[in-house]
């Protein structure tokens, strides 16, 4: 890749990965439809190193309490709310491990086309539309495991592209009548393991893979990736009681007609 390549990737990673747009479609598209190099696994594990510390930093304290809480429950200290979310985020990241690895390969192989990314946005992003006008009151501390297991079977569909994790696990949360914030926090609470997962796998297969690492590139991609998803959930958070969700639903609109006139015109 080159350098203007590098840092619009990045940066498309970053801004994407937890808005409800779908990261993994808009890093296919360059390529797709610039003829852009295929960013690699090397600067692939570099961009979700990147964005997992922005989610990390930004729920610190969220991150801290809920892992207290969970290994004090372990240990046999009682439950708490925090202990009941922590295991939220466990089950509801179960279904999407599961789902990765009985179907990566053929969604790696068959799924990641402009077509399948068109009919996705546009199907879930009027799902996300119907979702946000459902929406509910319940917080973040009224989230049920039945809530955590049917929010998490949502973001395993999530590995189509375009369906966005993010989009799908707000969504399934909004239906479940827990408000913006709540299914927004969540959602993100959701990502850690997620993305830590999927770091995980992509690092051990670089480190087998033997490929030589760039690794001034691989750097500014994870910093780039690093600031600009932080900056996003910071102003996604703040907004998100005032706009809503309909501005990424317009979006995922114009965006998925564009694609179709692109796929069935050219």
């Given at each position: 890749?080159?350098?203007?390549?590098?840092?619009?990737?990045?940066?498309?990673?970053?801004?994407?990965?937890?808005?409800?747009?779908s990261s993994?479609?808009?890093l296919?598209?360059?390529?797709?439809i610039?003829?852009?190099?295929?960013?690699?696994?090397?600067?692939?594990?570099?961009?979700?190193?990147?964005?997992?510390l922005?989610?990390?930093?930004?729920?610190?304290?969220?991150?801290?309490?809920?892992?207290?809480?969970?290994f004090?429950?372990?240990?046999?200290?009682?439950a708490?709310?925090?202990?009941?979310?922590?295991?939220?985020?466990?089950?509801?990241?179960?279904?999407?491990?599961?789902?990765?690895?009985v179907?990566?390969d053929?969604?790696?192989?068959?799924l990641?086309?402009?077509?399948?990314?068109?009919?996705?946005?546009?199907?879930?992003?009027?799902?996300?539309?119907?979702?946000?006008?459902?929406?509910?009151?319940?917080?973040?501390?009224?989230?049920t495991?039945?809530?955590?297991?049917?929010?998490?079977?949502?973001?395993?569909?999530?590995?189509?592209?375009?369906?966005?994790?993010?989009?799908?696990?707000?969504?399934?949360?909004?239906?479940?009548?827990?408000?913006r914030?709540?299914?927004?926090?969540?959602?993100?609470?959701?990502?850690?393991?997620?993305?830590?997962?999927?770091?995980?796998?992509?690092?051990?297969?670089?480190?087998?893979?033997?490929?030589?690492?760039?690794?001034?590139?691989?750097?500014?991609?994870?910093?780039?990736?690093?600031?600009?998803?932080?900056?996003?959930?910071?102003?996604?958070?703040?907004?998100?009681?005032?706009?809503?969700?309909?501005?990424?639903?317009?979006?995922?609109?114009?965006?998925?007609?564009?694609?179709?006139?692109?796929?069935?015109?050219?």
């Open positions: 890749m080159n350098w203007l390549e590098i840092v619009v990737l990045a940066l498309i990673q970053g801004i994407t990965e937890f808005l409800p747009v993994s479609a808009h296919i598209l360059p390529s797709q610039l003829g852009w190099s295929d960013q690699g696994l090397a600067f692939d594990v570099a961009v979700h190193i990147g964005t997992l922005a989610v990390v930093l930004y729920f610190r304290e969220d991150v801290a309490l809920l892992t207290q809480a969970w004090r429950q372990i240990g046999g200290k009682g708490s709310a925090e202990s009941r979310l922590a295991w939220a985020v466990v089950i509801g990241t179960v279904p999407a491990v599961i789902f990765g690895l179907f990566a053929f969604i790696e192989e068959e990641r086309s402009v077509l399948v990314i068109a009919v996705t946005t546009i199907v879930f992003g009027i799902a996300l539309g119907f979702a946000d006008k459902a929406r509910g009151i319940r917080t973040i501390n009224q989230l495991l039945k809530d955590a297991v049917l929010i998490g079977l949502a973001q395993a569909i999530a590995l189509i592209p375009g369906v966005s994790r993010s989009g799908i696990t707000m969504t399934a949360a909004l239906f479940l009548g827990l408000d914030i709540a299914a927004a926090r969540f959602s993100f609470l959701l990502s850690i393991p997620l993305i830590l997962a999927a770091g995980g796998h992509q690092t051990l297969k670089l480190a087998t893979s033997g490929d030589d690492v760039a690794w001034m590139q691989i750097l500014v991609g994870a910093v780039l990736s690093f600031i600009s998803a932080l900056a996003c959930i910071h102003l996604f958070l703040k907004l998100l009681q005032q706009i809503g969700f309909m501005p990424f639903v317009w979006y995922r609109m114009v965006l998925g007609l564009g694609l179709l006139y692109l796929v069935f015109l050219f």
